[in-house]
């Protein structure tokens, strides 16, 4: 099957989802907040209707927060669908610190094959989908281009223009010190007692906050070594951010049992896991 057609609308979904949020990033934005007491915008439900509304066209399911409540009855039927975040990192939106992204995973069976994350503030696009690598673009010229291709013209000629103009991940830089991601608003005990545990055996280490998605495509860059999250996420919170950074070589496993993550499942919670580079 040709995946291309899902990639390349979901790359034009996310750039024009992260416009979409920065024109209410650039205002007096009103803040809610859910049961769980995290944050809601009007940029998370107006990034999330574009975003359907691009990815509707296949006519295949979307997992999401909007759409956690479907039975699992209804979704263990599923072979290919979407998981989507479209606005991964509230809390740092809020903060207006830039470290925001907008998450699409393309998942068959229980893992992803295709993923795209994008940050509107910086307009830097990560991609990946079947047999292509993982891809960074920076250029905001290729970022307003890819805005007004048109999706019913040959797709894996877009595509390849895309990949032209950008970086093949990881880049490597051997000078760097061993440098461990951590969360900027979800720090835990846990995560201080395994970074402890890390300077026992890399003296000189190096522990970096990033908000969203952003961490695993640091990680995929060889910007950072390694990123254990030892707290609760949720699924649309890792899709895009597992296949960016295992398509880039770096492998993403669950902590306690050392096996890969899966998707779909009946709890949507993901178990603690670690994204890390190859040695």
């Known amino acids: 099957m040709n995946y291309t057609p899902f990639l390349l609308t979901a790359i034009k979904a996310a750039i024009i989802a992260g416009h979409k949020i920065l024109e209410i990033y650039n205002t007096d934005f009103k803040v809610e907040y859910k049961a769980d007491k995290s944050p809601l915008t009007k940029a998370d439900q107006g990034a ?20 956690r409540e479907i039975p699992y009855d209804e979704r263990k039927k599923w072979d290919l669908f979407w998981i989507v975040d479209p606005l991964d990192g509230t809390k740092e939106f809020v903060k207006r610190n830039g470290e925001f992204t907008v998450n699409i995973a ?3 069976g229980n893992q992803p094959i295709a993923g795209v994350i994008f940050l509107p503030v910086k307009k830097i696009l990560y991609f990946t989908g079947p047999k ?13 281009w890819i805005e007004k291709i048109n999706l019913e013209e040959n797709t894996d000629a877009l595509l390849q223009q895309i990949i032209s103009a950008s970086v093949r991940l990881p880049v490597l830089d051997p000078k760097h010190c061993y440098t461990v991601m951590g969360s900027r608003s979800h720090a835990t005990k846990e995560l201080n007692a395994f970074v402890d545990n890390l300077r026992q055996t890399h003296k000189n280490l190096e522990f970096i906050s990033a908000g969203s998605s952003l961490k695993f495509c640091l990680v995929a860059e060889g910007k950072a070594d390694i990123y254990p999250r030892l707290g609760p996420t949720m699924e649309w919170d890792t899709a895009a951010g597992q296949i960016i950074a295992t398509n880039s ?10 096996l890969p993550m899966e998707y779909n499942k009946k709890n949507l919670l993901n178990p603690w896991f670690i994204v890390q580079k190859p040695a």
């Open 106 to 108: 393309l998942t068959k």
């Open 132 to 144: 292509i690598n993982t891809w960074k673009t920076s250029d905001a010229r290729v970022i307003s």
């Open 249 to 258: 070589g770096a492998r993403v496993y669950c902590h306690k049992t050392n």
């Open 48 to 67: 999330h209707n574009i975003i359907s509304d691009y990815l509707q066209v296949f006519n295949i399911p979307i997992l999401s927060e909007e759409g």
